[in-house]
């Protein structure tokens, strides 16, 4: 990191007495009118502009954010302040001023506070005796036309000391702006008499509802911006654990105890220095940041967006470490302060506590009359309920015996209550005895274990124990990855905000809150024999992220640890240890893997080898892929997870290793065979089509499906028909093509809906002995919902563009512009291209990997098609910036592709149409290769 600077003088950077005198001299040489307005405004530009280049500067080199918001707060001052005695003095004076022209101008709201980014908008308050005069309406419309002509966004109004008296009692924006209200220039006896009356009349008794006001308003602000202060794309000033926070607790502070600094408030009894240091860093580092983005995008910038944090990074100082990039650092660092910033606000509430400005029953956001709260001791020595929630006699508790501080999380979730500042405060502050003696008390395990997979609401309780710094003092394995930032788009929150959500998920299921989304879970969450260690491999999970040889396998190791120091048995430990290492085994094969096919069962029957790995890891995915963030989990992946689920039980209930596969096929077997019995029964005149199709079809379709697919095979005849539904069980639109199969069908259907704007969650592909093709597509808009889902027009259209393409019509297509990456641009993405000729008994299962944009898919499919590959099945996995599409393909022959001069030429166009897709000269040149060598 930068050296810090040492602060500078603010008529070393805008001289207020030459400005003034740069204005006068301008003012005479122009005369009136246009000519002296403009020679006035350039003077202040240019001063406007030198003092932000200095604050840029000095930002760049080291100076502190507190120092280059009040540098830019005071050039602003200076700019204002000669533009007001320029108006005043040069274009409307008023010689003889009587009261009603007496006019104040002051700084109010953030301005007020004398903090300011480099482009926030400025707030001002022009105060006025009585009624609007023609000489005060004069200089205010000219000042504000001259600031906005420089380059301000203004916030203003003009009143009476009445009206803002008025005002201010009726709503708690005005009352928060006045304030902070600081006298810029003008009349300062009429500044002094609504400072006075203010404080009098508004303030005065009426700090109760004040922090009752703006603690809702918090709370309703964290709302809009998302609850989680561990958002990944935070908002630097309106979210969870940002400037707007510490803002309340200053504006707290400045009403309760008017007329004094914050440093003096924070220096009352309730406050260490610890606390101190950590509300000035905080404040200094989330300001730096603030200027940081409003200097890098050049305008007021509040959201620390993906292709920003990494400039932002660099320009704070922050370089690679060891595996840790830069960005990951610095933005790890950011939401630790985000931690700290909610730690404060608890100390800050037990503040208020002590002087009995509010007495809540549930958390910060309700007040009640002061009064003192009744004491009701507990059971468990040491503890006591106050006010309806659980505090601790003293330090003492915690010092006598360390484990009281688990001691004190499990009561809280057992009783359902709230803990009070005191005892949160007492746990931050002692988390340093959790040694190495507690970690391994068996004792403290049980609290632990009590807590994480038998508790009321672990969630809750485990964040408040990672906000306190409890979690990650015992769990060290999970402390590493508190605030650990995932630089990705597919990702919602940090690591381990992941993963106490995901914890929650879990808790959620098996109190049957998403029976309606998980069909499955009645059934499977009673046979579950280990709860333990479902909830202990779901905390872990992650903790191998940056680890030494790859997520699974370091996380494997760290799980193991941390369940031998917990004192598990064996078979517990290795168990715990198995899921963290595979869990994302079941979710890769159920969305990147073609389930109909027997090959892909068998082998993750044999990865999992017995139903409770099974169970266990079926629910660690669902609750995985839920937690990751909003839209993430729909009902398409729960559909392949339960159709993968549903044939892996098969296997077990079949037979075991040698015998899986064989079971497995006489499962598809005796399936398909009652199926063509149903079908042919329900409709005679579909017999012939279910005859014609393979056994796995049958394994993919129910028999109402297979009815209809038969019928539009008879629509179709010897040409094409489509026809497409909503599928909201599978949150996409399904899309059914049949047609007489021929080369480059289905690149030509996938083409069509690139044109059409729809986005492919999967595609199945079979064709009948008698050489109907039949292609389903699973389709959704670009927000995630179901394609047509709000307009059937659009699902009509792209039916009819379907059926066209199957006739093998030419389809008007736009001509395709550069794609605009836009926040998916600050990811390096390197392309991947993996060929597998062991997962499937019949195809080679083709799996490119690349960035995302729109007509991937159909790029990838013509790449295979001029390779003269034929394509079975699609399988399409996003995550973020990242798409994973596999393809099960044969050759001219039906054959594998095994020669390993032919796969190499088509990893190489494949690799072309992933890395840039405008480079057609190239792609071409590699499909040439790859068409002659599997010609050859």
């Excluded at 009206?163 to 500044?191: N, P, Y």
């Excluded at 710094?469 to 402390?479: C, K, Q, S, T, W």
């Excluded at 892929?625 to 398409?636: T, Y």
């Excluded at 944009?853 to 996995?877: E, N």
Aim: hydrophobic share 45%.
């Amino acid at each position: 990191m930068p050296p810090r600077l040492k602060p500078t003088r603010l008529e070393h950077v805008v001289d207020g007495v030459r400005l003034r005198a740069q204005l006068s001299a301008a003012a005479l040489e122009a005369g009136d009118g246009p000519a002296q307005r403009k020679a006035a405004l350039e003077i202040l530009k240019a001063a406007l502009f030198r003092g932000r280049m200095i604050a840029k500067e000095r930002l760049e080199n080291g100076a502190g954010g507190i120092e280059t918001s009040r540098l830019i707060s005071g050039v602003t001052d200076e700019v204002i302040t000669a533009l007001w005695d320029f108006t005043t003095v040069h274009v409307f004076r008023a010689r003889n001023p009587t009261e009603g022209e007496r006019l104040a101008l002051m700084a109010v709201g953030g301005y007020g506070r004398g903090t300011l980014a480099p482009y926030s908008d400025i707030d001002l308050l022009f105060v006025r005796p009585y009624k609007q005069t023609a000489h005060a309406e004069s200089v205010i419309e000219y000042m504000l036309y001259a600031l906005w002509d420089l380059g301000f966004k203004v916030g203003h109004a003009s009143r009476t000391v009445e009206e803002c008296v008025k005002l201010s009692r009726e709503d708690f924006t005005i009352r928060t702006s006045i304030l902070e209200a600081r006298r810029l220039i003008g009349d300062e006896k009429l500044a002094e008499e609504l400072i006075r009356r203010f404080q009098n009349e508004v303030v005065k008794g009426t700090g109760a509802e004040f922090v009752a006001a703006k603690l809702k308003e918090r709370d309703d602000r964290h709302a809009r911006a998302g609850a989680s202060r561990y958002m990944v794309e935070p908002n630097i000033k309106e979210g969870k654990g940002g400037l707007r926070d510490l803002n309340t607790l200053f504006w707290i502070a400045q009403y309760l105890h008017p007329g004094q600094s914050i440093e003096k408030v924070m220096q009352l009894e309730m406050f260490e220095h610890r606390e101190v240091r950590a509300f000035i860093q905080a404040f200094d580092f989330l300001w730096a940041v603030r200027a940081h983005l409003h200097f890098a995008t050049g305008r007021p910038e509040e959201r620390l967006t993906f292709d920003l944090q990494p400039e932002i990074a660099r320009r704070m100082g922050y370089g690679d470490r060891g595996d840790a990039p830069a960005v990951e650092r610095f933005m790890r660092r950011y939401f630790l302060i985000a931690k700290e910033v909610g730690a404060l606000t608890r100390v800050f509430a037990a503040k208020l506590e002590a002087e009995r400005v509010k007495v809540a029953p549930k958390g910060l956001s309700r007040l009640l009359p002061a009064r003192r709260p009744k004491r009701t001791p507990l059971d468990e020595p040491g503890f006591h309920e106050i006010g309806g929630r659980l505090n601790v006699d003293g330090p003492e508790v915690f010092e006598r015996d360390p484990i009281n501080l688990l001691r004190l999380f499990k009561i809280a979730d057992e009783r359902n209550l709230d803990l009070h500042p005191d005892a949160f405060t007492a746990a931050t502050r002692l988390a340093t005895l959790i040694t190495s003696a507690v970690r391994r008390d068996r004792h403290a395990a049980q609290i632990f274990l009590s807590i994480l997979a038998h508790g009321r609401d672990p969630q809750r309780t485990l964040t408040l124990m990672t906000d306190a710094g409890v979690l990650g003092r015992y769990l060290p394995e999970f402390g590493r990855i508190v605030a650990q930032m995932q630089f990705n788009m597919y990702h919602s929150y940090t690591v381990d905000e992941h993963t106490l959500r995901a914890v929650g998920v879990i808790s959620d299921v098996f109190a049957g809150r998403f029976a309606d989304d998980h069909p499955l879970s009645t059934a499977i969450m009673p046979l579950i024999v280990d709860r333990e260690a479902l909830f202990l491999a779901m905390l872990l999970h992650d903790t191998g992220k940056g680890g030494v040889g790859g997520q699974e396998k370091a996380g494997a190791r760290a799980a193991r640890s941390a369940c031998e120091r917990i004192g598990l048995e064996r078979s517990k430990i290795e168990l715990v240890a198995w899921l963290v290492e595979h869990h994302l085994v079941m979710s890769d094969t159920a969305q990147k893997r073609d389930i109909s096919d027997p090959r892909t069962v068998t082998d993750f029957a044999a990865i999992v080898e017995t139903p409770e790995r099974l169970r266990l890891l079926l629910v660690l995915t669902v609750a995985d892929i839920r937690a990751v963030g909003p839209g993430v989990w729909n009902g398409w992946k729960g559909q392949l997870l339960r159709e993968l689920y549903a044939a892996t039980e098969a296997v077990f209930r079949g037979g075991r290793g040698s015998d899986s596969a064989a079971a497995l096929k006489r499962y598809h077997e005796n399936a398909a065979y009652d199926a063509r019995v149903r079908v042919a029964k329900a409709d005679p005149a579909s017999e012939a089509w279910a005859d014609g199709m393979e056994d796995a079809y049958f394994s993919a379709f129910s028999e109402a499906e297979v009815l209809a697919h038969a019928a539009l095979s008879r629509r179709a005849g010897k040409a094409a028909a489509a026809e497409g539904r909503v599928r909201l069980d599978r949150n996409a639109a399904e899309v059914a093509v049949a047609a007489v199969d021929r080369q480059r069908l289905f690149v030509d259907l996938a083409a069509a809906i690139t044109g059409a704007g729809a986005n492919v969650l999967g595609a199945r592909v079979f064709t009948s002995r008698t050489g109907q093709a039949l292609d389903v597509f699973y389709l959704q808009d670009a927000a995630g919902e179901p394609y047509g889902a709000d307009n059937p027009r659009a699902l009509a259209r792209l039916v009819e563009s379907l059926e066209a393409a199957a006739r093998g019509e030419d389809l008007q297509q736009e001509p395709r512009r550069a794609a605009d990456l836009g926040r998916a641009a600050a990811f390096s993405i390197t392309p991947a291209v993996m060929l597998d000729n062991d997962a499937s008994e019949t195809s080679t299962v083709v799996e490119a990997s690349g960035r995302d944009r729109p007509g991937l898919l159909a790029a990838l499919a013509r790449t295979i098609a001029d390779a003269g590959l034929s394509i079975l099945s699609a399988h399409i996995d996003g995550y973020g910036e990242r798409a994973v599409d596999a393809f099960y393909v044969t050759g001219p022959q039906g054959e594998k592709l095994e020669d390993a001069r032919k796969g190499n030429a088509l990893k190489a166009a494949l690799i072309a149409a992933l890395n840039d897709p405008d480079q057609e000269d190239g792609r071409r040149a590699n499909l040439q290769r790859a068409r002659a060598s599997v010609a050859r």
